[in-house]
């Protein structure tokens, strides 16, 4: 009897165990797979939305939406070459000043300061990287751009003029204040990222080149650089991608002049900074939507730009710890 | 001595035995003696390499240090009482605070968290028990995501809730950072879940636990510290962004707790009044800046000090 009972107990359990399973197993599957999905579908919405808002534009402008450069919304003309020149520009200031020195306080993080200070010091690069970017365009703006144009601009005109980029007016807001406040928030993620890339290269390496008598900097450029160099090159991307989509910075200091700047003193415009500006006050539906048509060029760019330094950071760095600034 | 060639003091005698004309002795003088001449130029080129690195270190510090100091000292005498407690008043009207915006961003900062944190956490998991075609893609967008340009990101909020509700909202503004959050809460997620313990797992399942509640009552809460971890840094990062908001939450001069209308928040004061010529106002744009740093850095700091305790416990 007992027995009876228990084996009919034992199946009426297994009875609803697996009812429960079949219901609450692929129930949880279809779960995660529909919020996967509603993920997938968000990214593509990204790219739908912006297409879809900007099509006016590009039917109606076609290419001449970027090589034109005349940008006037008054008689409806929208060539965003300008603009595509200032971000190429602002961009390249900013690597030129950002890649060096954020290569050296990465190579100095993970090997030329003391133990005890490399934890409290990346720790520091890292919070600086989180500064708004609103704050580094209110300091750029009102902090550096007097010093610019009191200080710096006529001294690089005095002893550099010659050279024929450092025309014009010194007035300090313009495509020079732009390139170097990007280079500025751009330097910790260039930091940050070659850091990480250096500290995953095997300690042997390393100590194997330094018991072979190189010195510090021969066991640098000899042993760690090369094995970095994609992860690096990958960083530099990045660093690059933030640089062109920055905003509202970029916004507050460079001067928004809707034409190709004539010196790196002159002022100028960003895609990015273009669409802040004139967003708001787009009363235009071709205005609008050829603003947009520029978004879309910036999102197209970037996405890019960062898929390909995505794949090569993460070649390097896939086993790596501590890569967690991405 | 038995084997003079195992001894390393015996080399001169070799040297002297056989004579200098063996091409291996001849070979290693010459690279001593190249060695040894070039000893002190590699020496002097490391020492410079060296403080070069050091000193881009410290160049790179001195501006972003700058840029902290700058603003608590501007930020600090911006500061009062009624800075945080009034509404803002016109230029060259003393006393204005800017309480609305600090309301509208922890308003703004709490619906786009509401979105952002169940998805995010959601695409983690899904990321963490799949290594298919699909996670790749997902992982790999969502990556691209962390680095799509905000003001894109603004423009997307814009085509999506502003021209369908026909008029700038808030909740736009929600959903432009939640969109902004997800890449961090998506991948802090899938990291820490990751990092729970295979044997975790599947005790809960060997007890006879379905896949649905292992996740809700083991791995979810094994996980809890490094997901909180994203959560933070991701509202960090949003919480600093005045792109996407600005032609969605576009601002406002009063209080507002609708979020289906426009409202005020502390990055749109910072772009707004630092804009302007009027010292009051640019004041305020920097008592602002350092209410906004120092909120994000809490948070910052809050996450990191969760993952760090959670890696100590775990090694």
């Given at each position: 009897m007992s027995t009876t009972t228990a084996t009919e107990k034992t199946s009426r359990i297994e009875r609803a165990g697996r009812l429960q399973s079949r219901l609450s197993d692929p129930g949880y599957r279809w779960l995660l797979l529909v919020v996967a999905g509603v993920f997938g579908a968000l990214l593509l919405a990204i790219l739908i939305a912006l297409v879809l808002q900007a099509r006016p534009a590009l039917v109606h402008d076609g290419l001449g939406l970027i090589t034109s450069t005349r940008w006037d919304p008054v008689h409806a003309h929208y060539g965003a070459l300008s603009m595509v020149v200032g971000t190429l520009i602002t961009t390249a200031i900013a690597l030129v000043l950002a890649v060096p020195l954020g290569l050296g306080t990465a190579v100095a993080l993970a090997t030329y300061v003391p133990r005890r200070l490399r934890t409290p010091l990346s720790v520091l690069v890292e919070l600086l990287a989180a500064v708004p970017s609103v704050v580094f365009g209110l300091w750029g703006l009102l902090v550096v751009a007097p010093w610019f144009a009191g200080s710096l601009e006529p001294w690089l005109k005095s002893a550099f003029g010659f050279l024929g980029i450092f025309n014009g007016t010194p007035i300090g807001i313009g495509v020079l204040l732009a390139g170097v406040i990007l280079a500025i928030m751009i330097l910790p993620t260039m930091a940050a990222i070659s850091r990480d890339v250096i500290i995953a290269i095997p300690r042997d390496q390393r100590e194997g080149a330094s018991a072979l008598g190189a010195t510090s900097w021969q066991v640098v450029s000899g042993v760690v650089l090369p094995s970095a160099r994609s992860g690096i090159l990958g960083a530099g991307v990045l660093a690059a991608g933030r640089a062109m989509g920055e905003t509202i910075a970029v916004t507050m200091v460079i001067?928004?002049?809707?034409s190709i700047p004539h010196s790196l003193l002159g002022q100028g415009q960003t895609m990015a900074s273009l669409i802040a500006n004139e967003f708001t006050e787009a009363t235009e539906p071709f205005h609008l939507s050829s603003l947009i048509a520029v978004g879309l060029l910036l999102l197209v760019i970037s996405a890019l730009v960062n898929g390909g330094a995505r794949l090569m950071v993460r070649s390097i760095a896939r086993s790596a710890p501590g890569v967690g600034v991405l | 001595m038995s084997s003079p060639s195992l001894d390393p003091g015996g080399g001169r005698d070799f040297e002297g035995s056989f004579g200098a004309s063996d091409p291996i002795l001849s070979r290693r003088a010459e690279v001593q003696r190249t060695a040894a001449s070039q000893l002190v130029r590699r020496k002097v080129t490391s020492r410079v390499a060296v403080f070069l690195c050091r000193a881009s270190l410290v160049a790179a510090l001195v501006p972003l240090v700058a840029v902290l100091a700058y603003t608590i000292r501007r930020g600090v005498s911006a500061w009062s009482v009624a800075f945080f407690t009034h509404l803002p008043t016109p230029a060259?009207?003393?006393?204005?605070?800017v309480s609305n915006a600090i309301i509208g961003t922890l308003i703004i900062d709490f619906f786009a968290a509401l979105m952002a944190v169940p998805l995010g956490v959601g695409v983690g998991l899904f990321l963490s028990q799949s290594n298919g075609k699909v996670a790749y893609v997902l992982r790999f967008g969502a990556d691209v995501l962390a680095g799509i340009p905000s003001i894109v990101i603004g423009i997307f909020a814009y085509a999506v809730l502003v021209v369908t509700l026909k008029h700038f909202s808030a909740i736009a503004g929600s959903f432009g950072l939640a969109v902004i959050m997800l890449p961090t809460v998506t991948r802090a997620s899938e990291v820490a879940i990751r990092g729970v313990p295979r044997d975790v797992t599947e005790a809960g399942l060997a007890l006879g636990g379905h896949r649905a509640h292992v996740a809700r009552r083991v791995v979810l809460p094994a996980a809890l510290p490094g997901v909180l971890t994203g959560v933070l840094l991701g509202i960090a990062r949003a919480a600093g962004e005045t792109a996407p908001l600005l032609?969605?939450?576009?601002?406002?001069q009063f209080t507002s707790y609708n979020v289906l209308h426009p409202m005020a928040a502390m990055p749109l004061i910072v772009y707004f009044d630092g804009i302007q010529a009027y010292p009051d106002l640019q004041k305020a744009a920097w008592g602002t800046a350092l209410a906004l740093i120092v909120i994000v850095f809490v948070l910052s700091v809050g996450g990191r000090v969760l993952s760090s305790r959670v890696r100590r416990s775990v090694g």
């Open positions: 001067g928004n002049t809707d | 060259g009207i003393a006393g204005g605070g032609f969605t939450a576009i601002g406002s």
